[in-house]
């Protein structure tokens, strides 16, 4: 089974930049999240999608974050523009829906330096 | 809210020595609780979980971890370490309030083994 996929996997940008991150999910999947990770800290929610709708997006920066699920398959992160702060990985995972708990599987990682 | 504290965030071990990796909960009703495992650029693993079934969970790679109420603690245990368990380790519980299941990440602890 293929796990998720992210890309890129390294970006560099300088600060008022604007960047894209793409994830396409576990086949299958409903439900997509992304997450943010600043290095010497756990990841953050950000974002999450069942199929296409937002389930949570309370953590999202909307000034300058904005996130879609176009067909409920794969999902796109935009930052606009970026922050020095913006620096960090960014996770995507998705998960199954199949009752009490469903387990998140996530992908490598998009790393963002922000200049 | 729910919340996780990891009591260290740095620990080294020699190989073959135990390993004891602390985590403390807060949470206002009985909560579902994770260990998670990132290896450098790869991504996150689910370790093991407890959701209300037996207190002392076995995960993958010889982990476990016992849930204590009283103790409000989730420490994740390995009788001896191995060179390949060296890695960033991250105490998670689910947080179901507002309608959507959410993972809230302690901040790591990073784990060190000695040859």
């Known amino acids: 089974e293929a796990g998720v996929a992210q890309s890129p996997r390294y970006k560099i940008i300088e600060k008022r930049q604007s960047v894209a991150f793409w994830c396409n999910p576990i086949?299958?999947?409903?439900?997509l999240y992304w997450y943010q990770q600043i290095l010497g800290q756990g990841p953050k929610l950000l974002i999450q999608?069942?199929?296409?709708?937002?389930?949570?997006d309370s953590q999202l920066p909307k000034d300058r974050f904005s996130a879609e699920r176009l067909k409920g398959v794969d999902s796109t992160l935009k930052i606009q523009p970026a922050k020095l702060e913006d620096s960090a990985v960014y996770l995507c995972?998705?998960?199954?829906?199949?009752?009490?708990?469903?387990?998140?599987?996530f992908g490598p990682g998009t790393r963002l330096t922000v200049l | 809210a729910q919340s996780v504290t990891q009591l260290d965030s740095h620990v080294s071990v020699s190989e073959g020595t135990p390993v004891l990796l602390r985590c403390n909960y807060s949470?206002?009703?009985?909560?579902?609780l994770f260990w998670y495992v990132q290896h450098p650029n790869k991504g996150l693993q689910l370790l093991l979980k407890?959701?209300?079934?037996?207190?002392l969970v076995k995960g993958i790679n010889g982990f476990e971890a016992e849930f204590k109420k009283s103790e409000t603690s989730f420490h994740l245990t390995k009788p001896s370490a191995h060179m390949s368990d060296a890695a960033e380790y991250f105490c998670?519980?689910?947080?179901?309030?507002?309608?959507?299941?959410?993972?809230?990440f302690g901040k790591g602890t990073k784990l060190t083994v000695n040859p």
């Open positions: 995972a998705s998960s199954f829906d199949r009752g009490q708990y469903n387990e998140q599987f």
């Open positions: 086949s299958g999947h409903a439900t």
């Open positions: 999608f069942q199929n296409n709708g937002v389930v949570d």
């Open positions: 949470s206002s009703y009985s909560p579902s």
């Open positions: 407890y959701t209300s079934a037996a207190t």
């Open positions: 998670v519980v689910s947080d179901s309030q507002g309608g959507s299941e959410k993972l809230v």
